[in-house]
């Protein structure tokens, strides 16, 4: 399969388009400009540039474009030759050539061949120089003109020299030149150094350096690439884009190569370089002496960032030696130094090359160098340095050290709070067990140990897939073993990992695996000797009790549930009877006695903590929080949810089963109760580049608040949340139908019915149907045919309103369905459902040409004081319902109170569409922001960062003096800067100043 990938869309380059497009206005008023555009190799520059040239075609530009080809100086003027041969159609450049001899002869049919001898005397320049300039000026003189010689790096010295003669010739006239070059090819004595600096000396001649493109811009461009396809392989998973994005450090071609061989190649190719992409880095080094060859060469085994003892050592030269190849590859901008002792390649994937180009016997020696150097106990006392050597030793086939080295780096990521790599680590060190001569000895514990713990931190890390893999193949192991007769482990670790088993299946949400976590737990409770006490057996209890919760049997729950509080009391177990409490304060919500379960988890709650039991503490904030939030208090249940947020991001459980659920609800409590700059501060510090399951679960938390405020950032959590949409354990309808809510606010109704309908998909679930959660999307496809139903009404296109009236017929009844849960007959709708709903029946009145007040009315009876932005919202529909129905001073009323809400919280597309009631009903007051209408898109937050960018301060600054971690400053900073579409500090510091918010104090 072809992958083609250049023809989409440009991403990431606002800001250099718009200088760009500037310079264009420039030189359509009379005033010649120059650009040069400078990046390293396949970062951007052709791309951007023909971006450029099609606007100025469609601005009535004539456009000569020319390339420098990698012959050095052998053909003269090839650029510009090209350029005409290009433009050589229009009448309009034929007829300017035709009278100017010299500049055709740099046609094929003027004679090109025997150009060489002539143009290298003076007199032959002269004429050729003047007349280009003269063409130039008179094509001009018609309409403006492009001029873009691309790729400067290999022009020739005449090309050189016309450039500068153009750039201080030029005056007047209406001429844009745009001259390209690679910065990474422009190495010190490079003879288009000097023209670069002293053309950047002139004032009409700006410099745009492309810097690599941002990593959302990238996943953004491979996201489309990949959408673009045809059927095949072509979707990819997150964690691949991910990895190809990270590995690509922001250079648009490396990316595309590497996602054309990931899309292409099988699973073992994925990894490694494509053919032709290597060798072009190799290119680069193979210039290189013997000796910088081989410091390169070390330093690809040492890693990215190589430590300059390390790499000297093993590269065998001698001090001296040494220093002039590292020089040498500092000099040809292979190497860049770091810090004060290491260097890092100047391009990871140039590391990559040179490392796979290295002979396996030598890749091997160096890496057994690498071991031996690093197996000292002064630098393995350094963070970090047991997970190098255990990389290093497996690379040079030394098992045992490996072994020993992945079970050090395990415990030292375990106790740093690093869940992920302590999974790593240890599961390296179980595919090693076999290998090594006396593992437990050296491992310190027995293999079922090694893999409990392996799994737990899988889960810790937000994996739990992965720790019920584990954890069943451990299970299958035992039961293997004892069924051979041979010796198992011991049976306080078997009941571990069946009741680790059977609790993680209890916290993946589909009924197969909750089905398999009663049967794992019974299992377990069975194999579980109960005397004497211990906690295992306990826990295996509590563990049973709560995966009971999967069928409504609630008096089974509370008799297992008690029989655990009862062993862990006889085990002197606080934190399992916490555990058991949870449970049973989980059974009394349930049944609808919310007292009770606040009670119950508080006192869990306190024990857990007490306990100093993370697992439980979670489990216990998460539940009781969200039993303050279902029965409306909000300030406790945000408190109860921020303490858990805290602990969990503090011990490296924020992704871990109840760690992202404590965040989510954190948010919620104040996305609810309208504190909203707050609630955008939660949300701007979940993960937008996710690349698993539980981060794109955050990120779609974030969504209610910037789709509600129509934040920039919409976009590009989408862009990453898109691939997950189809992956399996990835819950996507809060996605969906926030994607939806989006695309109706853009206008989009057709992308809105999709992600309606596919979010409505989702929340069924046979055999028994619909969801309280399939509510929420079916209003928004209500909404979507109401609108259009009102339309072809308008029309008189009666049938198609008929059509649109059965389709929100259906809807309703989806919503009505979800309503009833019929999976739970014993539940009973929160205020926030029945809310909804009533809204669903609204709707489906507005579809049907009957749109009454009354209906609307009811809604926000439901939603009661609480949800404030659902409650403007609905406003927003009754005071449409009055106006129609001729009521229009109560249709004002509403309306004020909706516009208030909505700038209160700086809800946008709210206001937006509001304001065009106001202008279709004539009510409410217009009323405007005043001067300031283009600092109203900012929230109070944001308004105070941006007089601290005013006042010139840095993020790290800004962030301490407004208290927030310098990644929510730097968040501020870009929605600031999108929200005023500038496209740096500068210019919204320039904006600023205009507005008159000038830099009072704040803070310090
Ligand atoms: N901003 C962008 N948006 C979308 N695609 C891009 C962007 N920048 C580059 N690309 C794509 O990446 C590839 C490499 O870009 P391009 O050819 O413009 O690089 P270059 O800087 O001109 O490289 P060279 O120095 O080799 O000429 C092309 O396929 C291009 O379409
Ligand atoms: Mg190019």
Redesign the pocket.
């Known amino acids: 399969m072809v992958l083609r ?9 606002d800001g250099e388009l718009r200088r760009l497009l500037a310079l264009l206005d420039d030189a359509e008023a009379g005033q010649s400009v120059a650009a040069l555009v400078s ?12 971006e450029v040239t099609r606007l100025a075609e469609e601005r009535g530009f004539t456009v000569l474009s020319g390339q420098c080809a990698e012959l050095g100086d052998s053909v003269p003027y090839l650029p510009l030759a090209d350029a005409l041969r290009g433009a050589a159609q229009s009448t309009g450049v034929q007829d300017a050539m035709s009278s100017r001899p010299a500049l055709s002869r740099l046609l094929p049919e003027g004679g090109y061949g025997q150009l060489d001898n002539e143009v290298r005397s003076g007199l032959a320049r002269q004429q050729m120089f003047g007349e280009v300039l003269g063409l130039l000026a008179e094509l001009a003189a018609a309409t403006p003109v492009l001029l873009v010689l ?2 400067l790096h290999w022009a020739d010295a005449s090309t050189r020299d016309l450039v500068t003669f153009l750039s201080r010739m030029l005056h007047r006239e209406r001429v844009a030149l745009i001259g ?1 070059y ?1 910065t990474d090819d422009l190495h010190r004595r490079h003879p288009l150094r000097p023209v670069v600096a002293e053309l950047l000396r002139l004032p009409s001649v700006i410099a745009v350096d ?1 810097t690599p ?1 941002a990593p959302s ?1 990238l996943a953004e ?1 491979l996201t489309a690439a990949l959408t673009g396809q045809a059927a095949g392989p072509g979707r990819i998973d997150a964690t691949a884009l991910n990895d190809i994005v990270t590995r690509a450090e922001g ?3 490396y ?2 190569e590497l996602l054309a061989a990931s899309v292409n190649g099988d699973q073992a190719e994925r990894r490694t370089l494509p053919a032709g992409l290597a060798a072009l880095l190799l290119s680069r080094v193979e210039r290189l002496s013997d000796e910088a060859q081989r410091v390169l060469r070390a330093a690809a085994v040492a890693g990215r960032k190589a430590d300059d003892e390390l790499v000297q050592a093993a590269s065998g030269l001698a001090a001296a030696e040494y220093e002039a190849a590292v020089r040498e590859a500092v000099t040809h901008q292979l190497l860049v130094t770091d810090g004060a002792d290491g260097y890092v390649f100047r391009h990871a994937l140039l590391r990559e090359a040179v490392y796979g180009d290295l002979l396996p016997g030598e890749r091997t020696r160096l890496h057994a160098t690498m071991c031996s150097l690093l197996s000292d106990e002064q630098r393995l006392a350094v963070p970090g340095t047991a997970a190098e050597l255990a990389q290093h030793c497996l690379a040079s086939h030394d098992i045992p050290s490996a072994f020993a080295a992945s079970i050090r780096a395990g415990d030292e990521a375990e106790q740093l709070g690093a869940p992920a790599e302590a999974h790593r680590h240890y599961d390296q060190a179980l595919a090693l067990w076999e290998r090594v001569a006396d593992p437990e000895k050296t491992a310190g514990m027995v293999r079922g140990k090694l893999g409990l713990l392996s799994a737990s931190n899988a889960a810790d890390s937000g994996d739990v897939e992965r720790a019920v893999h584990l954890l069943r193949r451990l299970r299958q192991a035992i039961t293997a073993q004892a069924e051979r007769g041979e010796q198992t482990v011991d049976a306080l670790l078997a009941s571990r990992i069946g009741e680790r088993l059977a609790f993680y299946l209890m916290t993946m949400d589909d009924y197969k695996s909750q089905a398999e976590a009663v049967e794992v737990a019974l299992a377990t409770v069975e194999a579980t000797p109960e005397s004497p006490p211990t906690w295992q057996y306990a826990r295996a209890v509590a563990t049973y009790a709560n995966t009971l919760l999967i069928d409504d049997d609630f008096d089974a729950v509370r008799e297992w549930a008690a029989r655990g509080l009862d062993a862990a009391r006889a085990a002197s177990a606080p934190w399992v009877q916490a555990d058991a409490l949870v449970t049973l304060g989980f059974v009394s919500n349930r049944s609808g006695r919310n007292d009770e379960a606040i009670e119950l988890l508080t006192q869990a709650h306190k024990q857990a903590r007490e306990a100093k039991v993370l697992g439980v503490e979670l489990r216990a904030a998460y539940h009781l929080a969200r039993a303050h939030l279902e029965r409306g208090d909000l300030t406790s249940g945000g408190l109860i949810a921020f303490e858990g947020t805290k602990r969990a991001n503090q011990t490296g459980l924020g992704l871990a089963p109840y760690g992202t659920d404590v965040q989510h609800l954190h948010f919620q409590c104040h996305y609810a109760d309208g504190k909203w700059d707050h609630a955008q501060e939660i949300a701007d510090g979940f993960p937008v580049r996710v690349t698993s399951v539980p981060e794109a679960q955050l990120s779609s938390m974030a969504l209610f608040i910037d789709v509600a405020r129509g934040n920039p950032a919409v976009a590009e959590r989408h862009a990453w949340i898109e691939p997950f949409l189809a992956a399996p354990g990835f819950d996507g309808f809060i996605a969906r139908s926030l994607l939806a809510e989006h695309a109706l606010w853009q206008g989009d109704t057709d992308l809105a019915l999709t992600q309606a309908q596919a979010a409505i998909d989702i929340t069924f679930e046979p055999p028994w149907g619909f969801h309280p959660s399939s509510i929420r999307p079916a209003v928004i496809a209500l909404s979507v045919r109401a609108d259009r139903a009102v339309q072809a009404r308008a029309a008189g296109d009666e049938e198609s309103a008929r059509a649109e009236v059965e389709a929100a017929r259906e809807l309703l009844r989806v919503a009505r369905e979800g309503a009833a849960f019929p999976k739970r007959p014993k539940f009973t709708l929160g205020p926030e459902g029945r809310g909804w709903l009533a809204r669903a029946e609204a709707e489906f009145r507005r579809a049907s040409g009957d749109n009454d007040p009354g209906e609307w009315e009811a809604a926000i009876a439901e939603f009661g004081p609480a949800y404030v932005y659902e409650i403007a919202r609905t406003r927003w529909r009754l005071a449409e319902a009055l106006a129609e129905a001729g009521r229009r001073d109560e249709a004002g009323e509403q309306w004020r109170l909706a516009a208030r809400t909505a700038d209160d919280l700086h809800a946008r597309p709210l206001r937006r569409v509001l304001d065009d009631l106001a202008r279709r009903a004539r009510i409410g007051t217009a009323e405007q922001h005043g001067d300031g209408a283009v600092l109203a898109a900012l929230t109070s937050r944001e308004r105070e960062v941006l007089r601290l960018i005013a006042a010139g301060r840095s993020n790290r600054e800004i962030a301490s003096v407004l208290f927030i971690a310098p990644k929510t400053a730097s968040v501020h900073v870009s929605n600031i800067l999108g929200k005023l579409g500038a496209a740096s500090r500068t210019e919204a510091a320039a904006i600023a100043h205009r507005e008159g918010l000038t830099a009072q104090p704040a803070g310090n």
Not at 39 to 50: N, P, T
Request: charged share 25%; hydrophobic share 40%; net charge neutral.
């Open positions: 990938v250049s023809a989409g869309h440009m991403v990431g380059r990046g390293d190799a396949g970062v951007g520059k052709s791309r951007l540039v023909s691309e790729d390209t690679r492309l493109l811009a461009h250079n648009a071609y990316a595309e």
